[in-house]
């Protein structure tokens, strides 16, 4: 059983969205793995290649106890079911208490795309009739309690905010292993993208103050729920 499956499009998607998430509970002793649908081979900047390495070397920064690519086509991925059922695999197979996943609506089609397809996939991991095999063993079903949408580019009001004080720094070593993708002062050659400028790490550290700021801390993480969240007394509130 595995406490929380988190779920991006790209290699960097979930570092960039949840990573002071993970960090935060894996500190509290929660088993993480991080599912990378595609490898992100269309990126503008680097090779799948590349983001495979980098993609590894955020992971154990993050201390995450495996990372699994489901090797779908980046740009072109679709909820069918051959698709969808390669996700149900890997669910079943990690019996996730907890999903996160990709944003419901962002600048990048993909993000909204991942989103629909991970909250797709964790209720078909769940029908019985659907029969799976994962490396030769057959599959039980299993279905999430809970699916939380990290938010991405596009501002989205949360639903619920993490506190990642503790672990902003930490979240950000994560995103910048992969070096490709990010500002590098003075030895970029590379073409420029929507996320490769100095300006965005400025984005990013204003983006976690903003969260933070809702709940009274420096930094947060923000998501939208699928369902209204329960507690047991307002006294668990922050």
């Known amino acids: 059983m595995t406490d929380i499956l988190a779920?991006?499009?790209?290699?960097?998607?979930?570092?960039?969205?949840?990573?002071?998430?993970?960090?935060?509970?894996?500190?509290?002793?929660?088993?993480?793995?991080?599912?990378?649908?595609?490898?992100?081979?269309l990126g503008t900047r680097g090779n799948a290649q590349l983001r495979e390495q980098e993609a590894a070397a955020s992971a154990r920064i993050l201390g995450v106890e495996e990372r699994v690519n489901l090797g779908l086509k980046d740009g072109f991925f679709e909820n069918d079911e051959p698709s969808l059922l390669e996700l149900v695999k890997v669910i079943r197979h990690y019996r996730p208490l907890i999903v996160l996943a990709n944003a419901v609506n962002d600048r990048h089609p993909d993000h909204g795309n991942g989103a629909s397809f991970a909250s797709r996939a964790c209720f078909l991991a769940g029908l019985r009739k659907i029969e799976?095999?994962?490396?030769?063993?057959?599959?039980?079903?299993?279905?999430?309690?809970?699916?939380y949408h990290y938010i991405q580019d596009r501002f989205i009001h949360p639903d619920l905010v993490i506190d990642i004080t503790d672990f902003y720094d930490k979240k950000m070593e994560a995103i910048l292993a992969f070096?490709?993708?990010?500002?590098?002062?003075g030895e970029d050659k590379e073409p420029g993208t929507p996320i490769s400028g100095e300006d965005y790490l400025r984005f990013l550290e204003g983006r976690a103050r903003e969260m933070g700021r809702i709940i009274g801390s420096i930094f947060g993480e923000g998501y939208t729920t699928e369902r209204a969240p329960g507690i047991n007394s307002f006294s668990d509130l922050l």
């Open 179 to 185: 070096s490709s993708q990010f500002y590098k002062d």
């Open 7 to 41: 779920i991006g499009a790209h290699p960097d998607d979930v570092e960039l969205g949840a990573g002071g998430t993970v960090l935060r509970h894996i500190q509290l002793g929660k088993k993480v793995v991080i599912v990378d649908l595609t490898a992100g081979e």
């Open 132 to 147: 799976t095999e994962y490396f030769g063993s057959a599959q039980e079903p299993h279905r999430p309690n809970a699916v």
